[in-house]
């Protein structure tokens, strides 16, 4: 006999009302203390499912949902055979429904499921099947918190699943031959091979962490237990134990020390106390493993190098990495991008990362022809960005600016003030805004970032010596090669930057930067408000670039989609090309619990509209569950009759390369980042120097500029109450403005953009001429703030 359910808000129920068919409506969980759910009978079916790459359409796929855990695949024998598309875990999930469009959606933190029924009959009765199935699998997570096959529910029926990790035991015993080769040249391998067992204990440990957390996580969301961002930490763990973020930017940089103790609520369940120490005790074990393991890496590096000197005749390979060691420490820089020892030990980790399980997976060579051609990948990539490169692109010319105005001469290495500590509560936000466009829903100033979109436009040319470069590059090919990696590069800056959001500018803000140092100038202006639109242009002798762009902001429960609309030109005036590509999906991860993080995945197609010599196609590939496939790009460069001429590849925030391995060339690096970037919301140098507002260029701006706009500057300069005040009531004044117009029957006109003759926003050209002395301080504008 079952004892009574848990309580909840009505286990049919939503965050809405079902009257409201249009809205999405989001799925309540478990709520109360956990007891004895009946099991639900299973459920099966062909659903539609939206495909990987947004706005692509939709494919039918077979799901059998059994025990809160839904697999699915092409159809149902697939199932039986054990080969799966996909596996969700429908407890873990957040679940919203729209049931005019009958629509289901489960945000899983990795991925959205975007699925639809046919009738409305079945998304009834599939709603009703996985609302029983969600509380029976909440229940049992939270009865049962440590028991680790409640999280992985298809690692002992999956055949796919045993074949992964069959596939990781072959790479295991490959790694182990290569080790036990090279071990044997150096006589001695002790040290690597504890280093392996520390490493293998971490993999053991960080799967037992992941664990602990979605147990947190849905305890969290069960009891008034503490935020899993309040952890209380043993004192026997040291405060430096647990630092493991460093390792990762886009993890949280807060002291854990610093923080406030949540003291434990009297409905809270006795295991949050305990998971919080077995967290805390696990963290501080991989902290130890992985000391121990670099320690063994430093002496292995260090007899690496001593064989090295003290071998006679060094193959080609050998002398390859000598140099290279020998580059660290003794070696000039050569390379615009000036990077550090790390950045270049980075660099090399992410290339061995990037190729070493594909080699070992698809070679059926020896081991030993497999080691050979890994280490002479990481020795023979080379770097085209030198200065002589530089200089013919005319480096020397580029510090004479176009605009011959005031500049600074000397900007800014920090900004004024450290981000602060933030502790609102985005479910609170969030929970009633599911499918929606966010754009539209007011925000604390807390989670905002001290620049605002028109700056971050501006971003994007961080990188614009690409197109310098490319401008200055004969072969039609080599040219979509540069112009192809300088759109990758737009990306770099936001790898460090999932934990905020720009500010929203208000209609009619404008934005100037005048830089150069780089060569160019750059404007933009934002157009309309609802919904919004932002246009920006830039010139320089080697290039123009513009764009008008709209975004669409969507949260699913746990993450939020950004949809950009609009199109990106670049014209090189030196070969009269006009090169026009899109915009990818991009999504924040984690955003209401856990560390956030952001991936952009799509396709980008660039292509010449004033040529049909080339066109490129650049991938950004999704990141998969237990993949090293994370922030990587792939591209090819083709010819008018389809046929590849180059082919690119890398990751979109460390660097780009072109050829294929083991002789391929860099065409281009991010740069390193600023010390402590993590306290100052991940800006890199160029961002950093943004919103710096100098006296001497002050009187030359327009009142509208965003420099000028106070809750932006007062959050940088960390008074945040203040910021929040300010931003407030710079909103109240935008609505007002817009029903002055309204009951006027008057539209905003923007003041430099204008409407093309194929309905895009471009530059009116009459900026840089209203700029100049007496500047715009004649001008009427608008009063914004």
């Known amino acids: 006999m079952t004892s009574p359910s848990p309580t909840h808000s009505d286990s049919s129920g939503s965050s809405k009302h079902d009257g409201n068919q249009d809205n999405w409506e989001i799925v309540e969980g478990l709520r109360g203390v956990p007891a004895s759910i009946q099991e639900p009978e299973r459920q099966g079916g062909f659903l539609l499912k939206r495909r990987k790459w947004p706005m692509k359409g939709w494919h039918k796929r077979y799901f059998l949902l059994e025990k809160g855990v839904m697999k699915y695949g092409k159809r149902e024998t697939d199932l039986k055979k054990g080969k799966l598309h996909g596996c969700i875990d429908v407890g873990l999930s957040v679940m919203s429904v729209k049931k005019k469009a009958m629509c289901i959606d ?26 029983h199935h969600r509380l029976f699998r909440q229940n049992e997570i939270a009865m049962y918190p440590h028991e680790k096959h409640l999280f992985h529910p298809h690692a002992t029926s999956s055949p796919s699943l045993n074949d992964s990790l069959r596939k990781r035991a072959t790479l295991t015993k490959q790694a182990s031959v290569h080790q036990s080769k090279i071990s044997s040249w150096l006589h001695s391998s002790e040290d690597m091979d504890k280093c392996c067992k520390d490493l293998d204990d971490c993999e053991s440990y960080l799967l037992e962490l992941n664990v602990l957390l979605k147990s ?27 630092r493991l973020h460093t390792s990762n930017p886009n993890l949280s940089t807060a002291d854990l020390n610093t923080q406030e103790v949540i003291p434990e609520s009297p409905d809270s369940p006795p295991d949050a106390s305990h998971l919080q120490e077995d967290f805390c005790r696990l963290a501080s074990s991989i902290h130890v493993k992985l000391k121990s393991a670099f320690s063994s890496l ?85 770097d085209s960005v030198s200065v002589d490169t530089y200089s013919n692109a005319g480096g020397s010319e580029r510090h004479n600016s176009i605009s011959s105005v005031v500049t600074l001469a000397h900007r800014r290495s920090t900004l004024p003030s450290p981000c602060p500590a933030n502790s609102v509560s985005l479910w609170n936000i969030l929970r ?43 072969d039609p090919y080599q040219r ?35 830089r150069p140092d780089k060569g160019f100038r750059f404007i933009a202006e934002q157009l309309s408000h609802h919904p919004p639109v932002s246009a920006c242009h830039s010139d320089s002798k080697n290039f123009t670039f513009w764009q008008d762009v709209r975004w669409k902001n969507k949260f699913w429960g746990k993450s939020m989609e950004i949809v950009p ?23 924040i991860h984690n955003i209401v619990s856990g560390q956030r993080w952001i991936e952009h995945y799509g396709e980008m197609a660039i292509k010449n509209i004033n040529s049909n010599v080339c066109q490129c196609k650049i991938t950004f590939v999704k990141a998969r569950t237990w993949s090293s496939t994370v922030n990587e790009i792939e591209g090819v460069v083709t010819d008018s009759n389809g046929k590849v001429v180059h082919s690119i590849f890398g990751k979109w925030h460390e660097a780009v390369f072109q050829g294929d391995p083991p002789s391929a060339t860099c065409i281009w690096r991010a740069n390193s980042m600023p010390v402590n970037q993590e ?27 965003t420099r000028f706009r106070p809750d932006q500057r007062l959050l940088e300069e960390g008074n945040v109450e203040g910021a929040e005040e300010q931003k ?46 007496p500047g715009f301080s004649k001008m009427d504008f608008p009063v914004l703030w």
């Open 480 to 514: 979509m090669v540069y112009v192809a990696t300088f759109a990758i590069s737009s990306y770099a800056s936001s790898y460090y930057r999932a934990g905020n959001k720009p500010f929203n500018p208000v209609l009619g803000e404008t934005y100037e930067c005048d």
């Open 728 to 773: 407030q009531r710079i909103e109240r004044l935008q609505r007002e403005r817009r029903k002055v117009l309204e009951d006027n029957s008057m539209t905003h006109q923007p003041r430099f953009f204008k409407k093309s003759t194929d309905d895009r926003w471009v530059s009116n050209n009459t900026y840089w001429e209203l700029r100049k002395d």
């Open 565 to 587: 609309m609009g199109t990106t030109h670049v014209t090189l005036p030196g070969f009269g090309d006009h090169y026009e590509w899109n915009k990818v999906t991009s999504c």
């Open 216 to 242: 947190m996580e849905v305890l969290h969301r069960t009891y008034s237990a503490p935020a899993i961002s309040g952890l209380q930490v043993p004192s026997c763990i040291s405060p430096q134990s647990y």
């Open 106 to 131: 489960l945000d899983t933190e990795d991925n959205i499921y975007h699925l639809k029924v046919k009738s409305p009959e079945l998304f009834e009765e599939w709603v009703s099947k996985l609302r």
């Open 298 to 382: 430093v002496a292995e590096r260090d007899r690496l190098r001593h064989t090295i000197d003290l071998q006679a005749t060094q193959p080609p390979h050998v002398v390859g990495l000598k140099t290279a060691y020998a580059s660290d420490s003794d070696a000039p820089h050569s390379l615009v991008h000036q990077v550090s020892s790390e950045s270049k030990g980075s660099l090399s980790e992410s290339i061995t990362e990037f190729f070493d399980a594909q080699e070992y997976l698809l070679s059926s060579s020896s081991s030993e022809n497999e080691a050979s051609d890994d280490d002479s990948y990481i020795s023979d990539v080379s």
């Open 679 to 705: 306290q100052y919301y991940g800006f890199t140098q160029f961002a950093v120097e943004l919103n710096e507002l100098d006296p001497t260029i002050r009187p030359l701006l327009p009142p509208t500029d």
């Open 432 to 474: 009633n805004n599911i499918g929606k466009d966010l754009s539209k829903v007011a925000m604390p100033v807390h989670l905002n970032e001290p620049l605002n979109t028109l700056q971050r436009l501006c971003e994007e040319l961080e990188y614009s010596d690409l197109l310098d470069t490319a401008n200055q590059t004969q």
